[in-house]
């Protein structure tokens, strides 16, 4: 063999080893590559978070009584799922108890809010005290407590509005007599709503004049009015007549459905455009509650009721030019 030839056979064996060990390093690094891709697939992903939420002039959210959750984390993914801003939450149940059936004052249920609220870009609209709705506003013993306990929620949750129904007995139009003990009630109230920085939302059955001239003997803008479409579309009043002699100030927060019947956009006694002109007219700002507008002949359908009166709000009060 020549010096050549052994030049030749050495150098054939330096390529075969360098290829063959190139090779293994190739099969090592595939090899790395996969068993990084099972180690990821093995650890549990997180939620999905979407990107922040553009920020509204109008806010819309549904009563988690209304979707069949009251008082029930189950109620945020609802509200994520249906496209809304937010939920507002219930009190519970008040009956004989001397104040709500409620958990929102416990510490771990308040972080399960905080955690679900977080995960899934969402906020509390309001804290609702339905549980009135079956009571006697101006002659229940313990109001105050009870109304005490929601405030002491409010703060725990950084929730800034609460829902109030005055009751049976608290509808001064067919008790007028219960004035001066309702005024006397939301006086009380308004002081510790001011202490705690928050502000309660009154639904009454008078018009919008007489509302004023409430809100004034009262004389605090830590109880407002909660304008409830429903409730003057019943008694035949104008919406936007109302809500104009209301003005911006004294409307805290709104309840922007009627009684069940059809949804909001087949709704004659409600047009939609004209009252998102007026609110802008008037400088307003804040949360669209839905309660209702349920389609009669399915009301116990909640996906296909609110994710329809959802998407008809959002297609009237989130353009793109908002």
Not at 100 to 117: E, G, H, I, S
Not at 214 to 237: P, Q, T
Not at 256 to 279: A, H, Q, R, S, Y
Request: glycine letters at 8%; hydrophobic letters at 40%.
């Amino acid at each position: 063999m020549t010096a050549y030839d052994r030049s030749e056979t050495v150098n054939s064996f330096t390529r075969r080893r360098f290829l063959g060990a190139a090779t293994l390093a190739g099969l090592l690094l595939a090899q790395r590559r996969l068993w990084a891709d099972d180690v990821v697939k093995a650890v549990p992903e997180k939620a999905e978070r979407r990107s922040p939420r553009k920020p509204q002039r109008y806010r819309i959210a549904a009563a988690d009584i209304m979707l069949l959750k009251r008082q029930k984390l189950g109620a945020l993914p609802l509200a994520h799922e249906l496209g809304l801003d937010g939920v507002e939450v219930d009190m519970g149940g008040l009956g004989d108890r001397p104040t709500f059936d409620n958990k929102l004052n416990d510490p771990a249920v308040q972080q399960q809010y905080f955690d679900k609220l977080a995960e899934l870009d969402l906020e509390i609209s309001s804290l609702a005290m339905t549980g009135f709705f079956s009571q006697s506003f101006p002659e229940r013993g313990g109001v105050e407590r009870t109304v005490q306990d929601c405030i002491d929620a409010m703060v725990a949750l950084k929730v800034k509005t609460a829902f109030l129904p005055l009751g049976i007995k608290g509808d001064l139009q067919q008790h007028p007599e219960m004035r001066p003990a309702v005024v006397a009630r939301l006086k009380q109230i308004a002081v510790r709503a001011e202490k705690a920085g928050v502000v309660v939302g009154v639904e009454t059955s008078l018009g919008a004049a007489d509302e004023v001239k409430l809100f004034d003997e009262i004389g605090s803008l830590s109880v407002r009015s909660y304008f409830n479409f429903s409730s003057a579309i019943k008694n035949g009043r104008d919406l936007c007549a109302e809500m104009r002699t209301l003005g911006r100030e004294r409307i805290c927060q709104i309840h922007c459905t009627n009684e069940d019947g059809v949804w909001l956009e087949n709704d004659p006694k409600i047009d939609l455009p004209k009252v998102k002109l007026t609110l802008d007219e008037l400088g307003w700002s804040g949360w669209l509650v839905m309660e209702r507008s349920r389609d009669a002949t399915d009301p116990r359908n909640v996906k296909r009721n609110f994710g329809a009166n959802a998407a008809y709000l959002r297609s009237i009060f989130q353009t793109a030019a908002q």
